[in-house]
Structure formats: structure tokens, C-alpha cells
């Protein structure tokens, strides 16, 4: 079957996207797709670039990357979201005439739009909440 | 049928208690995260019949809690147990 | 309720103000609602307190959604449910809420969440 | 900047103004300049209607609410997406906001 997934929760304050990397992990094994990930509300922090955990503690968003990367997965950040709380690529940190951007490779800003539709063109849209 | 997945502890919101106020017959209820408190026998009294309970053993096992601990309705599953219930689910409404 | 499965229903539970939680339930709606999808509105739990009437959010530096709840007849959302029983709960009557919606007892709204084909609870 | 009498008003790179509050018909009238566009009262009628919409609803709204707004507000024959971009180009809503002084859109669709 067709997944995806939501993802409501940041990393280091709860465990949204660690459950979710889990399940995702389980649905690949059994030998689902997994077509979108889509960050919504604080969610949206594990689409930093700039993520420093100490060594000896888990990269949750690395992991989702290197996941989305192998899978084919497509990580999709909520812009309305992301924007306000400081989340950037290139083009908004222009449009914004901001000095930098910090969203991580293999991730991109689109409308909540996505979130509807991977909700109408999957099989299962499977949430993790804050 | 719904697969209702929840994941705050019924001793600090109403999580638990809204879902199962709006779950009916046949939907299947799988706690996970802080939620997985809420299969310990002192929450028994929340249940109600004719629903079927699930709890996330992995997140039972981050917080120590045993299999001896839980009342009798819940059936503890894996994440490809996880899987499985979203399968067959129409829907899966997440509480949180 | 009507037998055929509808679209989209989005939950509100959350109280509103404390956190962005309200907003951005609205905002997925009126998004879903612009995409052309059938969507309907349940306010339970202490979501049923974004209804209240007399909401001042820019005592506290916030926009709020009183405003953007009216123009969800714009959006065409018409379909605005309340659990009668979480009204009940918190002390309070339909007089006190500033939009008009369908109060459900508790059989209606688990049939409400049955009759739709996508669910989106916050 | 837009030029106006003695003082300067901020704008972003896009033209958005920096402050809401700036706004004033005269402003108007220099951003549609900047855009290309002559204000006519056909699209004066939209600006306005913008800006009560906004005023009601605290929302820019998107093409569908805007369409059904004004055909609740002007009638069925203004009422249409082929008239709107007549008066203001390919992307009607998104144009009429931004010289009607409303927040710049988070491209949220």
C-alpha cells in the first residue's frame, strides 16, 4: 500500500518523529511505499540543516534524511509553518531579505495543499501529533 | 473501522477519554508514546466494550512498564503490529 | 447524516489562544475547503472554547480565529458540528457560542467520524 | 520605498509594504504603478472589496472565497476569475491583495 505519514512534533521535545521513523521503518519492511512525509506545526524543526546533536544522542531528523534519500521518500515542510518559525530556503530567505537559510538538503517548503493531497492520493495518511 | 492511535497520559489530559467517547464498535484503539500508561490496570476503569485494545510494546518498554502491569484488555504489539492494524483500518485517527 | 462517505472532517480540541493549535486546524481547512473538498467542522473537548463569543486574543498579542471563522461560509464550509456533551461538561449552552452549529449527542458524532473518508484531529 | 509627498514608505524586495498601516489610496496607486497597472474604479470596486474583506475576515483570501465574496457583495457579472484578470493579471487575488495594503501571502495553497 501507499503511505504517508504527518508529522506534528520538533526533535529533542517529544517523540513525534522518532515514533513515526519507527513505523516507517515497519511499513518499508513490509514492503509498503512510503510516498510523503509532510512536517506540520513544530514538526517542521526536523527540516533543519543545522540539527547538532551531542554524539551520543539519536539525529532523529539525519535519520529521516538518509531514510526519505534510500526510499525515494519525499520530505515536504509546510511553508506557512516553517516561515514563521524560522525555517528557510534560499527563495523565501530572499523574498523575506533574510542573511541566510537553513533548511537541510532533500527537504522542501510547499503549501499545507500537500498535506490534503497526500491525504487524497495515498491509501493511509498515518499522523504523529506533539 | 477506525484505528484510533493515542499518545498522552490519561492522568494529565483527557486524551484517552475523548477518543474512547467517540470510538464505536469494532474500532481498535492502540496507545503509544506517554499513552501507554493508560493500559496499566489503574486505568481500567475508562474502558468500555466492544472496542479492541492495543498497546505499543516498545514504548511500554521505554518506560519500564511490564506486560503483568496492564489490565487484561490490552494486547501488547510491536511497530509491524502497528502496521498491520493501519492495514486494515479505514481511517486512522491520530489523538495527541 | 447522510449514508454516502463525505471528505474531510477536521476535529478541533484544543483550546484556543494557549497554543497555535486553533489556526492552524482553520487553516487546514479553509486549504482543504480551497482544493475543492467536502469539508466539515467538529469542535469537541476544549475546542468547544474557540466558539465562546467576546474572544480578545489582542489582549495577549495574538490574531485569534473569531474573525476567520466567519468567513468559512466563503469557503464553503457549512457543516459546523458541537459535542452537546463537551458543552455540558465545561458549564456551558449553545446561547454562549457566537456561531451558529449542530449540537450532537454522542452516537452522532461517532457517526460522524465514521461517514468521513479522512479524519484530522487536533 | 514608495515615494510619497515628503516621506519615503518601506517596502520589500516583492513591493509588499513593511507596515500595514501605511496604506492609503495613494499608495495604492503606486504599487499598481510599480506593477504596471493604471487604477480604474472597476479596480478600485476590488481593492475595496479587498480590503473590507480583510477587515472581516483578518484572511487574504484565495481565489475561490474572493470570486463568491463578490458576487455576494457586486452581483453575479463581476462574479467571475475572466474579469478579475482582466483588471489585474494572471494572478487576480494575489495582485488586488498586495496593492490593497493586505499581508503578503505565505504561499500556503
Known amino acids: 500500500m501507499n503511505y504517508s505519514i504527518a508529522i506534528y512534533g520538533g526533535p529533542y521535545s517529544n517523540q513525534a518523529a522518532h515514533s513515526a521513523l519507527h513505523f516507517a521503518q515497519a511499513a518499508l519492511t513490509r514492503g509498503h511505499c512510503i510516498s510523503r512525509v509532510f512536517f506540520y506545526h513544530d514538526g517542521i524543526y526536523n527540516g533543519s540543516a543545522l540539527v547538532s546533536p551531542p554524539q551520543d544522542e539519536a539525529n532523529v531528523p539525519a535519520q529521516w534524511h ?44 510547499s503549501g499545507l495543499g500537500q498535506l490534503i493531497d497526500a491525504g487524497l492520493t495515498s491509501h493511509k495518511l498515518i499522523t504523529f501529533g506533539l | 473501522m477506525i484505528l484510533h492511535t493515542v499518545n498522552k497520559s490519561p492522568s494529565t489530559q483527557s486524551t484517552l477519554k475523548e477518543c474512547l467517547f467517540t470510538a464505536t464498535n469494532g474500532d481498535n484503539i492502540l496507545l503509544i508514546e ?14 468500555k466494550e466492544g472496542l479492541h485494545y492495543f498497546v505499543l510494546q516498545e514504548d511500554l518498554d521505554a518506560r519500564g512498564i511490564a506486560i503483568d502491569q496492564l489490565a487484561p484488555e490490552w494486547t501488547a504489539i510491536s511497530y509491524t503490529g502497528f502496521v498491520e492494524l493501519t492495514e486494515t483500518a479505514d481511517t486512522v485517527c491520530s489523538w495527541f | 447524516m447522510s449514508e454516502n462517505m463525505s471528505d474531510l472532517l477536521i476535529m478541533f480540541r484544543k483550546a484556543p489562544i494557549g497554543t497555535s493549535w486553533a489556526r492552524e486546524a482553520l487553516d487546514l481547512a479553509l486549504v482543504g475547503a480551497a482544493f475543492g473538498q467536502h469539508v466539515s467542522l467538529l469542535f469537541m473537548g476544549d475546542g468547544v472554547y474557540q466558539l465562546l463569543t467576546n474572544q480578545q486574543p489582542e489582549s495577549v498579542g495574538q490574531k485569534g480565529t473569531q474573525a476567520m471563522m ?53 | 520605498m514608495l515615494p510619497l509627498e515628503n516621506a519615503s514608505i518601506p517596502t520589500d524586495d516583492e513591493g509588499y509594504l513593511e507596515n500595514l498601516n501605511d496604506w492609503q489610496p495613494e499608495i495604492a496607486a503606486l504599487i499598481a504603478k510599480n506593477e504596471g497597472l493604471t487604477l480604474s474604479p472597476e479596480h478600485w470596486e476590488i481593492i475595496t472589496l479587498l480590503r473590507q474583506f480583510y477587515q472581516e475576515f483578518e484572511l487574504s483570501p484565495a481565489m475561490r472565497p474572493l470570486i463568491k465574496y463578490i458576487g455576494l457583495q457586486l452581483g453575479k457579472e463581476k462574479a467571475r476569475s475572466i474579469y478579475l484578470m482582466q483588471l489585474f493579471g494572471e494572478s487576480p487575488a494575489k495582485m488586488a491583495s498586495k496593492i490593497a495594503g493586505l499581508p503578503k501571502p505565505t504561499n500556503c495553497l
Open chain 1, 66 to 109: 538518509t531514510l526519505a534519500k534510500e526510499n525515494d521518500i519525499e520530505l515536504v515542510v509546510c511553508i506557512a509553518a516553517a516561515v514563521r518559525r524560522g525555517l528557510l530556503d534560499e527563495k523565501e530567505a530572499k523574498r523575506y531579505s533574510r542573511a541566510s537559510h537553513n533548511i537541510a538538503e532533500g527537504v522542501s517548503l
Open chain 3, 70 to 122: 466567519k468567513a468559512l461560509p466563503m469557503y464553503d464550509i457549512e457543516q459546523i458540528f458541537v459535542s452537546q456533551q463537551c458543552l455540558a461538561d465545561r458549564g456551558l449552552t449553545q446561547d454562549q457560542l457566537g456561531f451558529s452549529c449542530d449540537l450532537l449527542d454522542q452516537t452522532q458524532v461517532q457517526a460522524l467520524l465514521q461517514s468521513h473518508q479522512q479524519v484530522f484531529n487536533f
Open chain 2, 34 to 47: 506517554d499513552g501507554v500508561y493508560g493500559s496499566t490496570t489503574a486505568f481500567k476503569a475508562l474502558l
